[in-house]
C-alpha cells in the first residue's frame, strides 16, 4: 500500500495548542511520525532576564494556565537556594495543600480531555463539572480559580483560616467519592476500556531510555516522582504511595492518574490536621547572591526543571525552564509509531501535552532558499507577510 | 378527491412538513434528553425550553457562506445533499401512518415495501461515501471509507433483525405485518432480540456514539462533512434527522405493532413509539464510547449477526407452532 503523510495540526480538532503532527501512514495504520514545535513561542526566558526576582515570580505563572503554581514554586526554590533562605514551616504546608489541589485540578481535567478524544462525552461532562469543586476550593485560598499568586520568594502571601480548612475537607469528601465513581467507570465501562487498552505502548526499557517523564513514565512500570526521589517542601514528612501501573498503555496512564488523585486526597487530608502553626514567609533579599542552581519539581505532568543564574543583581541572568511536557515528546513519537489512526489524539492526549509551555525556541527556515536566519519580528512582518500581502492583491 | 389527498400525503402529513417538524423536533428531544443524562442543561434560549433551536440552527446553516472546493465535482458535490433528503422522505411515506387500507394495495403500501424502505434507508449510506470521496479531501475520504466499512458491518443484522418478525407475520408489507401484531400483540415478545439487535443496528446507520466512526471530530475533523458547509451542510444535517425519525418509525412499526387508531390516534402512538425508539439510541449515545473501526466491524459479526440469525431461528419456530394452532 502506498505511503501518504497526513499533517495532523498546527490547527486541528484534537489539538488545543498549535503543534504540527505529521504522520506517515500505511492505510491506517502509522509507520512514522514527525514533530514540529515552534508555533506558540512566546520569548518567556529572554523576557525573565529583563525582570526583578520578584516580577518573575508572576512571568513563570504565566508559562502555563494548568500548572501555574508548579512554575512558580519551582522557580521561588530555585532562588531560596539561591539566597539560603529557610522557609517557614507553616508556608511550605500551604505551599505543597496548593500543588496538591492544583494535581487534583489537572488530572480531573485531563481525565475529560482524554474522555473526549476517545469519544466519551459524558464523562468528559462529569468530571469537568466535579472539577469546579476543586477550582473553587482554591479559590478559597488564593482568591483566583487559575494563576493562585500564592508564592512569594521566602514562603507564600496568604494564610489559611479554621473555616477554609473545613471547607476544604468538605469539597475533598466530595471529589473523592466522585473519583471512585470515576475509577470504576473508567476501568470497566467496555467501550472505553476497548478503546484505550493496548494503545500507545511503551515498554519499560523504552521509557527509560527516552526520558520519559511523570504519570507517562509511572504508567510504564517505573517508581519514579520527584516528591519521593528527591523530596522537596514538606513530602519528605507526608506519608504517600507513589503510583505505578504495568500496562504500559493510555489505560495504563489514566489509571495512574486515577490513583494519583486518591493520592493527592491523602496528601490534603494530612496537610490539613498537620498544619503547624508559626509564620508564613521570612523576609527575602531583593537582590540575590551570584551562582546557579537547579530546582526540580513534580508536576502534574511530570518533572519541571529550573535553572536560574544569578550575578549578584536583582535580576537573574539566566532563566532556563524545563517544562515535562518537552521530555515527553521523544517517548511520544515512539507511541504513535504502528498504531492506528484513530488513535492518535488519544495516544497525544495521554502525555497530558501542554505545548505553549514546552516551547522554547522557534528556528526560521526560508522555504525557498533552505537557510535559517535569526531576524527580528518586524523584518519578519517586511520581508514575508507584506510580500503575501502584494501577491495576493 | 383523491387528488388533494395524495398531495395532502406527499406535501403534509406524513410528507415534507410533518417530517421536517417533527425531525426537528426529535433533534431537540435528543439533544435535550442526551444533555440531560450527561448532566448539562441542553438547549435553552430559543422557543420554550429550547424547542425551536434545531430549526434556528437549520436556518442559520442555510444563510451561511457555501464553499465548493476547487478540486471537488461540482455537480455532484451539490446535489448530493438534495438527492440524500430526497431519499429519506421518500422512505417517510411508505410508513403506515394515515391514508391506508390494509386490504386494498396502493401506491405507498404493497407487498414488498418493507424491502424498499430498507433499502431507501441504504443509500443515504452511500451518498455520506459519496459526499467524502468527492470532497477529494484527505480527511473527507478516509471518513467516506470509514461509512462504507461500516455499512458491511451493520447492514446483515440490520436486515435479518427487521425481516424476521416480517416473517412471522407472512406478509412483506408494513401495513399488514402492524395489522398482524395488532392482533396478536404477545407474538411481539419472541421479537425482543431483533428489537435490540435492530436498535443497535440503527445506531450504527445514524452513525452516532460508539459508531460516531466516520465522523470523528478528534481524529479526522469532520470526516465526511468536513468540505460542506451553509446550505448542503443544513441538508446533510435535516437528512440524518429524518433518517432517525424513519429509522425509529419502521422499528416501531415492525416491533411494537405499529400505528393503529383513526388519524389522529395513529399519530399519537407514532409520536410515542418513535421517542421510545429515540431515547434509547440517546441512552445508548451518553453511555459509551466511541469505539475503532475494527472493533466495530468484529462486534458486528461477532456478536450483532449471530443475534440476529438466533432471532431468525426463533421466528422460523415460532411460526411453525403457532401456524399449527392457528389452523
Known amino acids: 500500500m502506498k505511503k501518504i503523510t497526513i499533517p495532523i495540526g498546527p490547527q486541528h480538532p484534537a489539538l488545543k495548542e498549535p503543534i504540527s503532527l505529521r504522520m506517515t501512514i500505511e492505510g491506517e495504520v502509522i509507520k512514522d511520525a514527525d514533530i514540529r514545535l515552534g508555533y506558540n513561542h512566546r520569548g518567556i526566558e529572554k523576557l525573565a532576564e529583563s525582570k526583578t526576582y520578584i516580577q518573575n515570580i508572576y512571568l513563570m505563572e504565566r508559562i502555563c494556565g494548568i500548572c501555574s503554581h508548579?512554575?512558580?514554586?519551582?522557580?521561588?526554590?530555585?532562588?531560596?537556594?539561591?539566597?539560603?533562605?529557610?522557609?517557614?514551616?507553616?508556608?511550605?504546608?500551604?505551599?505543597?495543600?496548593?500543588?496538591?489541589?492544583?494535581?487534583?485540578?489537572?488530572?480531573?481535567?485531563?481525565?475529560?480531555?482524554?474522555?473526549?478524544?476517545?469519544?466519551?462525552?459524558?464523562?468528559?461532562?462529569?468530571?469537568w463539572r466535579d472539577r469546579e469543586v476543586v477550582m473553587d476550593l482554591l479559590e478559597i485560598i488564593s482568591g483566583n480559580r487559575v494563576h493562585y499568586a500564592i508564592n512569594t520568594i521566602g514562603g507564600v502571601r496568604r494564610d489559611i483560616s479554621e473555616q477554609q480548612k473545613e471547607k476544604i475537607?468538605?469539597?475533598?469528601?466530595?471529589?473523592?467519592?466522585?473519583?471512585?465513581?470515576?475509577?470504576?467507570?473508567?476501568?470497566?465501562?467496555?467501550?472505553?476500556?476497548?478503546?484505550?487498552?493496548?494503545?500507545?505502548?511503551?515498554?519499560?526499557?523504552?521509557?527509560?531510555?527516552?526520558?520519559?517523564?511523570?504519570?507517562?513514565?509511572?504508567?510504564?512500570?517505573?517508581?519514579?516522582d520527584i516528591r519521593k526521589d528527591d523530596p522537596y517542601a514538606v513530602y519528605d514528612e507526608i506519608p504517600f504511595d507513589v503510583c505505578t501501573a504495568d500496562?504500559?498503555?493510555?489505560?495504563?496512564?489514566?489509571?495512574?492518574?486515577?490513583?494519583?488523585?486518591?493520592?493527592?486526597?491523602?496528601?490534603?487530608?494530612?496537610?490539613?490536621?498537620?498544619?503547624?502553626?508559626?509564620?508564613?514567609?521570612?523576609?527575602?533579599?531583593?537582590?540575590?547572591?551570584?551562582?546557579?542552581?537547579?530546582?526540580?519539581?513534580?508536576?502534574?505532568r511530570g518533572e519541571n526543571i529550573h535553572y536560574v543564574k544569578s550575578n549578584g543583581t536583582d535580576k537573574p541572568e539566566r532563566l532556563k525552564v524545563r517544562a515535562p511536557t518537552l521530555a515527553n515528546y521523544p517517548a511520544t513519537i515512539e507511541m504513535l509509531k504502528n498504531g492506528f489512526v484513530a488513535d492518535i489524539p488519544l495516544i497525544f492526549a495521554a502525555i497530558d501535552p501542554c505545548i505553549c509551555c514546552a516551547e522554547r525556541v522557534v528556528e526560521l527556515i526560508d522555504v525557498k532558499s533552505g537557510r535559517s536566519d535569526i531576524m527580528t519580528f518586524s523584518e519578519i512582518k517586511r520581508k514575508y507577510f507584506c510580500e503575501k500581502k502584494r501577491e495576493t492583491l | 378527491m383523491s387528488i388533494l389527498k395524495s398531495l395532502i400525503y406527499l406535501l403534509i402529513y406524513p410528507g415534507l412538513l410533518f417530517l421536517f417538524v417533527y425531525s426537528t423536533f426529535c433533534e431537540w428531544f435528543d439533544r435535550k434528553l442526551y444533555a440531560r443524562l450527561q448532566n448539562r442543561v441542553g438547549p435553552a434560549y430559543t422557543g420554550r425550553a429550547g424547542i425551536l433551536q434545531p430549526v434556528a440552527d437549520f436556518f442559520k446553516l442555510l444563510f451561511k457562506e457555501d464553499i465548493i472546493p476547487e478540486r471537488a465535482d461540482r455537480v455532484i458535490f451539490s446535489s448530493l445533499p438534495v438527492v440524500g433528503l430526497a431519499i429519506v422522505l421518500t422512505a417517510g411515506l411508505y410508513l403506515p401512518l394515515w391514508n391506508i387500507d390494509v386490504s386494498i394495495p396502493s401506491y405507498n403500501s404493497f407487498q414488498g415495501d418493507i424491502i424498499v424502505v430498507l433499502y431507501l434507508l441504504s443509500l443515504p449510506t452511500l451518498i455520506f461515501f459519496l459526499a467524502g470521496w468527492h470532497s477529494t479531501n484527505f480527511f473527507s475520504t478516509l471518513g467516506g471509507v470509514r461509512v462504507l466499512t461500516m455499512l458491511f458491518g451493520y447492514e446483515v443484522p440490520l436486515f435479518l433483525a427487521i425481516l424476521s418478525p416480517a416473517i412471522v407475520a407472512d406478509s412483506w408489507r408494513l401495513a399488514e405485518i402492524a395489522d398482524f401484531y395488532q392482533k396478536c400483540p404477545f407474538l411481539l415478545l419472541f421479537q425482543l432480540t431483533g428489537f435490540f439487535v435492530a436498535v443497535i443496528a440503527l445506531q450504527a446507520k445514524l452513525e452516532r456514539t460508539p459508531f460516531d466512526i466516520p465522523h470523528a471530530e478528534t481524529e479526522i475533523v469532520g470526516g465526511t462533512f468536513t468540505e460542506y458547509s451553509g446550505k448542503k451542510l443544513a441538508f446533510f444535517r435535516l437528512m440524518t434527522d429524518i433518517e432517525m425519525v424513519v429509522g425509529s418509525g419502521l422499528i416501531a412499526t415492525v416491533f411494537m405493532a405499529g400505528f393503529p387508531g383513526n388519524a389522529f390516534v395513529s399519530f399519537v402512538n407514532f409520536i410515542i413509539k418513535t421517542l421510545i425508539v429515540i431515547s434509547i439510541l440517546s441512552l445508548i449515545r451518553a453511555a459509551c464510547s466511541r469505539i475503532r473501526i475494527d472493533q466495530m466491524v468484529n462486534f458486528s459479526?461477532?456478536?450483532?449477526?449471530?443475534l440476529a440469525v438466533m432471532q431468525l431461528f426463533i421466528s422460523i419456530l415460532v411460526k411453525g407452532v403457532f401456524w399449527r394452532i392457528l389452523q
Not at chain 1, 496548593?98 to 473526549?116: D, Q, T
Not at chain 1, 473523592?176 to 465501562?189: A, P, S
Not at chain 1, 490536621?273 to 537582590?287: H, M, Q, S, T
Request: net charge positive; proline share 5%.
Open chain 1, 169 to 224: 475537607l468538605e469539597g475533598i469528601e466530595f471529589l473523592r467519592k466522585r473519583t471512585e465513581y470515576y475509577t470504576n467507570l473508567g476501568t470497566t465501562e467496555p467501550t472505553f476500556v476497548a478503546r484505550i487498552s493496548g494503545v500507545g505502548k511503551l515498554p519499560k526499557e523504552k521509557a527509560i531510555e527516552l526520558c520519559a517523564v511523570g504519570p507517562t513514565l509511572r504508567a510504564s512500570d517505573v517508581a519514579s
Open chain 1, 247 to 300: 500496562t504500559c498503555d493510555v489505560l495504563g496512564r489514566v489509571v495512574v492518574r486515577v490513583k494519583e488523585l486518591i493520592e493527592s486526597y491523602k496528601i490534603v487530608e494530612f496537610v490539613i490536621k498537620n498544619l503547624p502553626a508559626g509564620e508564613i514567609k521570612i523576609k527575602a533579599p531583593r537582590k540575590v547572591p551570584e551562582g546557579e542552581t537547579v530546582s526540580r519539581y513534580e508536576a502534574p
Open chain 2, 301 to 306: 459479526w461477532k456478536w450483532l449477526t449471530p
Open chain 1, 70 to 127: 508548579s512554575h512558580t514554586t519551582c522557580y521561588v526554590q530555585a532562588v531560596e537556594a539561591l539566597c539560603g533562605l529557610e522557609v517557614p514551616k507553616r508556608g511550605l504546608y500551604i505551599r505543597t495543600l496548593v500543588s496538591e489541589l492544583e494535581r487534583i485540578h489537572s488530572h480531573l481535567l485531563w481525565l475529560g480531555v482524554a474522555a473526549h478524544e476517545a469519544g466519551f462525552d459524558s464523562l468528559f461532562m462529569y468530571t
